[in-house]
């Protein structure tokens, strides 16, 4: 099964930066995408951006702009997603998410989902 540990959310300020972790645990199922989404208050939840595992392949929401970076470490199989320039409408909890395929961007592709971490921009 899959394990996924979101970490790094917090109470930031508009212009800041902030790096999200999940940690992953894999045993018997192979991975080959990992993403994040995000849900904002009274929104449903929302691609952000993603990445096929194993050639490091990324993807990311058009609003995002180049503000946000999905990243890997593969020998402590953690993902993280380093988001600069923070707004008040990036206030949402983050979810990690994993995969067995290679679709990216729809959250009911994903199979394996952390419990969250809230991230919230002040203004």
Do not use: H
Not at 32 to 47: D, I, L
Not at 97 to 122: I, L, M
Request: glycine share 8%; net charge neutral.
């Amino acid at each position: 099964q899959v394990q996924l540990v979101e970490s790094g959310g917090g109470l930031v300020q508009a212009g800041d930066s902030l790096t999200l972790s999940c940690a992953a645990s894999i045993r018997t199922v192979s991975i080959r995408t990992m993403g994040w989404f995000r849900q904002r208050p009274g929104k449903e939840r929302e691609f952000v951006a993603a990445m096929w595992w194993t050639i490091g392949t990324t993807y990311y929401a058009d609003f995002l702009k180049g503000r946000f970076t999905i990243s890997r470490d593969n020998a402590e199989n953690t993902v993280y997603l380093k988001m600069n320039r923070l707004k008040p409408e990036d206030t949402a909890v983050y979810y990690c998410a994993a995969n067995v395929g290679f679709a990216y961007s729809d959250f009911e592709a994903y199979e394996y989902w952390g419990q969250g971490t809230q991230v919230t921009v002040s203004s």
